[in-house]
C-alpha cells in the first residue's frame, strides 16, 4: 500500500466544493494531486518528482480515503479588492467571495492507493510531499508526507459509484501535462527574461527585444490559467461500522441509491407505479448491452417471473411529520444483497453516472403530456429526512407501512385472523422474518401516507390477482435491516415500510388483527 498523510496545521480546512457555498471534505484526491503538481512546477522539480506524480495519476482505482469527521463552520461572505485594478486600494472595486470551512475534529487525514510504490517512486513522493505547503486557499496549511509502508491505515471512503454519497474529483493518465499547459510555466519565465534584459539594454538590442517580445506575446505577459479537472469519482463511507449484533438483513442491500427530484411537477404517492415504472425503464434501456440479468429485469431467461430477489425501485414520500402532505420528493432503488460490485457497476452504472468521466447523471423520467421529471443523486451533506438513507433503512424493531401492502390471495370473509395469516406468509415470501405482533389499518400510523385506498389498486401479473391492499404496523423481536418491502407490488414501490418511533405515531392507533 502506498500512504500519503496530510496534516492541517491551523485546524481549519478552507476549501469550497462545486457549489463554492460548503466546504470540500474528505479532500479530494484531484486536489491534492494539483497542490503537489503547484509544488513541483514552482520548484523546478526533478525528473524523479515528475515520474512519481505520472505514477499516481495512473493509479486505478481512484485512492481511498480515510478522513476523520469534520464539522461545518458558519458560512460568512465577504467582500474583497479585485487585483485586476490599479491606482490604489481606494480605486479597485470590491466583490463578493466566501470562505467555506470546515473543521476535522483530527488533523491528519490520508491518501490511500492499493499498489506498494517502487522504491524510486516513493523517493520522488518524499521529495515532493516536502514542498506542499497549503491544499485550497492559502490559508490552509499542511504538512504533506509518504507514510511508511509497514503503518496500518484502514479508510473509510472507499471508491464506488453505484452507491456514492457524494462524488470527488480525482485524476487521470495525462493530467500532470494538462495542469503544465495550465500553469503556462515557460512562457512566464521567457516573458520575466526579456522582460528584464529589456530594462538594461539600449539602442539596437532594445529594439531587438521589443520587437522579439512583441512576436511572441502579442496578448501581453502571459500568465497562468485555472486549472479544471474534468474526472469524477463516486465515494461511499466504508461499511465497516459496528452492526447491531441482534440485527436482521433483509433480501436487499442497506446501502440504497437516492435520487432526488430536481425539476417537474409536484405528485403524491398516487403516482407511485408511473413513477416506478418510469424508473425501470429507464434503468432497463441504460443497461450497457447484455447486462439486463435476472436481477434487474425480475424475469428468468424463459421470461418468467424470478423466484429470487431482484431490483425494487420505491418512492420517497414526505410522511411523518406535523405538515406532511405526501408528495414524492424523489425515488430509490433497492439492490439485492449479496452481488458483485464490478456487475452492480455494469447494469446500472450507465444510468447514474458518466462512463467517461464519471460525473453523476441527470436522469429524464416523464410520461407523456401528464409530468415530466428531472432527477440526481442525492449528495447533500444534509439532506432531507424524506431523501436520507437512514430514515428508509433502520435498524428498527417497529416499523409501518408507508404504501399499502398488496395481499398475495384474498383473506375469507368475517376471518380476521385471516389477515394476519396471508400477511406473515408476505414476510415470509419477502425473505423477512416473521413479525411477532401485527396491527392492521386503512390508514398509514404516518401522516400524509394516507388511507389505502387513495392508492391506485395494484393490478400487474393480471386482472384475476389479489387487489386487497391495507396498512400495515409490524413489531419484530429483533431489530432488523431495511429497506423492507412487502406484498405482490413490492418491487414497484407498494408495501414499503419505514421504521418508526412512538413520536411519529398519528393519534389514530390501528386496528389490531
Same mark, same amino acid.
Given at each position: 500500500?502506498?500512504?500519503?498523510?496530510?496534516?492541517?496545521?491551523?485546524?481549519?480546512?478552507?476549501?469550497?466544493?462545486?457549489?463554492?457555498?460548503?466546504?470540500?471534505?474528505?479532500?479530494?484526491?484531484?486536489?491534492?494531486?494539483?497542490?503537489? %503538481?503547484?509544488?513541483?512546477?514552482?520548484?523546478?522539480?526533478?525528473?524523479?518528482?515528475?515520474? @512519481?506524480?505520472?505514477?499516481?495519476?495512473?493509479?486505478?482505482?481512484?485512492?481511498?480515503?480515510?478522513?476523520?469527521?469534520?464539522?461545518?463552520?458558519?458560512?460568512?461572505?465577504?467582500?474583497?479588492?479585485?487585483?485586476?485594478?490599479?491606482?490604489?486600494?481606494?480605486?479597485?472595486?470590491?466583490?463578493?467571495?466566501?470562505?467555506?470551512?470546515?473543521?476535522?475534529?483530527?488533523?491528519?487525514?490520508?491518501?490511500?492507493?492499493?499498489?506498494?510504490?517502487?522504491?524510486?517512486?516513493?523517493?520522488?513522493?518524499?521529495?515532493?510531499?516536502?514542498?506542499?505547503?497549503?491544499?485550497?486557499?492559502?490559508?490552509?496549511?499542511?504538512?504533506?508526507?509518504?507514510?511508511?509502508?509497514?503503518?496500518?491505515?484502514?479508510?473509510?471512503?472507499?471508491?464506488?459509484?453505484?452507491? %456514492?454519497?457524494?462524488?470527488?474529483?480525482?485524476?487521470?493518465?495525462?493530467?500532470?501535462?494538462?495542469?503544465?499547459?495550465?500553469?503556462?510555466?515557460?512562457?512566464?519565465?521567457?516573458?520575466?527574461?526579456?522582460?528584464?534584459?529589456?530594462?538594461?539594454?539600449?539602442?539596437?538590442?532594445?529594439?531587438?527585444?521589443?520587437?522579439?517580445?512583441?512576436?511572441?506575446?502579442?496578448?501581453?505577459?502571459?500568465?497562468?490559467?485555472?486549472?479544471?479537472?474534468?474526472?469524477?469519482?463516486?465515494?461511499?463511507?466504508?461499511?465497516?461500522?459496528?452492526?447491531?449484533?441482534?440485527?436482521?438483513?433483509?433480501?436487499?442491500?442497506?446501502?440504497?441509491?437516492?435520487? @432526488?427530484?430536481?425539476?417537474?411537477?409536484?405528485?403524491?404517492?398516487?403516482?407511485?407505479?408511473?413513477?416506478?415504472?418510469?424508473?425501470?425503464?429507464?434503468?432497463?434501456?441504460? %443497461?450497457?448491452?447484455?447486462?439486463?440479468?435476472?436481477?434487474?429485469?425480475?424475469?428468468?431467461?424463459?421470461?418468467?417471473?424470478?423466484?429470487?430477489?431482484?431490483? @425494487?425501485?420505491?418512492?420517497?414520500?414526505?410522511?411523518?411529520?406535523?405538515?406532511?402532505?405526501?408528495?414524492?420528493?424523489?425515488?430509490?432503488?433497492?439492490?439485492?444483497?449479496?452481488?458483485? %460490485?464490478?456487475?452492480?457497476? +455494469?447494469?446500472?452504472?450507465?444510468?447514474?453516472?458518466?462512463?467517461?468521466?464519471?460525473?453523476?447523471?441527470?436522469?429524464?423520467?416523464?410520461?407523456?403530456?401528464?409530468?415530466?421529471?428531472?432527477?440526481?443523486?442525492?449528495?447533500?451533506?444534509?439532506?432531507?429526512?424524506?431523501?436520507?438513507?437512514?430514515?428508509?433503512?433502520?435498524?428498527?424493531?417497529?416499523?409501518?407501512?408507508?404504501?399499502?401492502?398488496?395481499?398475495?390471495?384474498?383473506?375469507?370473509?368475517?376471518?380476521?385472523?385471516?389477515?394476519?395469516?396471508?400477511?406473515?406468509?408476505?414476510?415470509?415470501? @419477502?425473505?423477512?422474518?416473521?413479525?411477532?405482533?401485527?396491527?392492521?389499518?386503512?390508514?398509514?400510523?404516518?401522516?400524509?401516507?394516507?388511507?389505502?385506498?387513495?392508492?391506485?389498486?395494484?393490478?400487474?401479473?393480471?386482472? +384475476?390477482?389479489?387487489?386487497?391492499?391495507?396498512?400495515?404496523?409490524?413489531?419484530?423481536?429483533?431489530?432488523?435491516?431495511?429497506?423492507?418491502?412487502?406484498?405482490?407490488?413490492?418491487?414497484?414501490?407498494?408495501?414499503?415500510?419505514?421504521?418508526?418511533?412512538?413520536?411519529?405515531?398519528?393519534?389514530?392507533?390501528?386496528?389490531?388483527?
Amino acid at each position: 500500500m502506498t500512504a500519503l498523510g496530510i496534516r492541517y496545521l491551523t485546524g481549519n480546512v478552507v476549501a469550497s466544493d462545486a457549489t463554492r457555498e460548503k466546504p470540500e471534505w474528505p479532500p479530494h484526491p484531484g486536489r491534492v494531486f494539483m497542490a503537489m %503538481a503547484a509544488a513541483y512546477f514552482e520548484t523546478k522539480g526533478t525528473s524523479q518528482e515528475r515520474a @512519481a506524480l505520472e505514477w499516481l495519476e495512473r493509479q486505478r482505482p481512484a485512492p481511498a480515503i480515510l478522513a476523520p469527521e469534520a464539522y461545518r463552520r458558519s458560512f460568512v461572505e465577504t467582500y474583497v479588492p479585485v487585483n485586476d485594478k490599479h491606482g490604489g486600494i481606494v480605486a479597485r472595486t470590491r466583490q463578493a467571495r466566501a470562505f467555506p470551512t470546515a473543521r476535522p475534529i483530527r488533523d491528519s487525514a490520508f491518501l490511500l492507493w492499493k499498489p506498494d510504490a517502487p522504491p524510486d517512486i516513493r523517493l520522488g513522493l518524499e521529495q515532493i510531499c516536502e514542498k506542499v505547503t497549503r491544499i485550497g486557499h492559502s490559508s490552509t496549511l499542511v504538512q504533506m508526507w509518504l507514510a511508511e509502508e509497514s503503518i496500518d491505515l484502514t479508510a473509510n471512503w472507499v471508491p464506488e459509484n453505484v452507491v %456514492a454519497e457524494q462524488t470527488m474529483r480525482v485524476v487521470e493518465s495525462g493530467t500532470l501535462r494538462q495542469l503544465e499547459r495550465a500553469f503556462n510555466g515557460k512562457a512566464i519565465e521567457q516573458y520575466f527574461l526579456l522582460s528584464e534584459a529589456l530594462e538594461t539594454a539600449k539602442g539596437r538590442e532594445k529594439s531587438s527585444l521589443k520587437k522579439d517580445i512583441a512576436e511572441k506575446f502579442p496578448h501581453g505577459q502571459p500568465e497562468s490559467r485555472h486549472p479544471q479537472l474534468s474526472q469524477w469519482q463516486g465515494y461511499a463511507r466504508s461499511s465497516n461500522r459496528e452492526a447491531n449484533e441482534d440485527a436482521i438483513s433483509g433480501p436487499f442491500d442497506e446501502r440504497i441509491v437516492i435520487l @432526488a427530484k430536481d425539476d417537474g411537477r409536484v405528485l403524491g404517492l398516487e403516482s407511485t407505479l408511473q413513477l416506478t415504472g418510469a424508473l425501470r425503464n429507464a434503468a432497463m434501456k441504460a %443497461a450497457l448491452e447484455g447486462h439486463s440479468p435476472e436481477w434487474l429485469t425480475g424475469h428468468d431467461s424463459d421470461g418468467n417471473p424470478s423466484r429470487n430477489p431482484h431490483m @425494487a425501485f420505491f418512492p420517497l414520500p414526505f410522511v411523518g411529520a406535523d405538515y406532511a402532505d405526501g408528495h414524492v420528493m424523489g425515488l430509490a432503488l433497492a439492490i439485492p444483497r449479496g452481488l458483485q %460490485a464490478s456487475d452492480i457497476r +455494469n447494469v446500472i452504472g450507465p444510468l447514474l453516472f458518466n462512463q467517461e468521466s464519471g460525473a453523476p447523471s441527470n436522469i429524464h423520467l416523464w410520461n407523456r403530456d401528464l409530468w415530466d421529471w428531472r432527477l440526481q443523486r442525492e449528495m447533500r451533506e444534509r439532506p432531507p429526512l424524506t431523501l436520507s438513507a437512514k430514515t428508509w433503512i433502520g435498524p428498527g424493531r417497529v416499523w409501518a407501512s408507508v404504501t399499502p401492502v398488496v395481499l398475495h390471495h384474498y383473506p375469507k370473509r368475517n376471518r380476521e385472523e385471516d389477515v394476519e395469516r396471508i400477511v406473515r406468509e408476505a414476510f415470509r415470501s @419477502a425473505l423477512l422474518p416473521e413479525p411477532e405482533r401485527i396491527s392492521t389499518s386503512p390508514v398509514s400510523v404516518f401522516k400524509g401516507a394516507g388511507h389505502a385506498r387513495s392508492m391506485p389498486e395494484f393490478t400487474e401479473g393480471g386482472q +384475476n390477482l389479489c387487489r386487497y391492499q391495507t396498512h400495515l404496523k409490524v413489531e419484530f423481536s429483533n431489530p432488523v435491516v431495511g429497506p423492507i418491502l412487502v406484498g405482490r407490488g413490492r418491487f414497484r414501490g407498494y408495501g414499503l415500510f419505514r421504521p418508526i418511533s412512538w413520536r411519529e405515531e398519528a393519534s389514530r392507533e390501528p386496528h389490531s388483527a
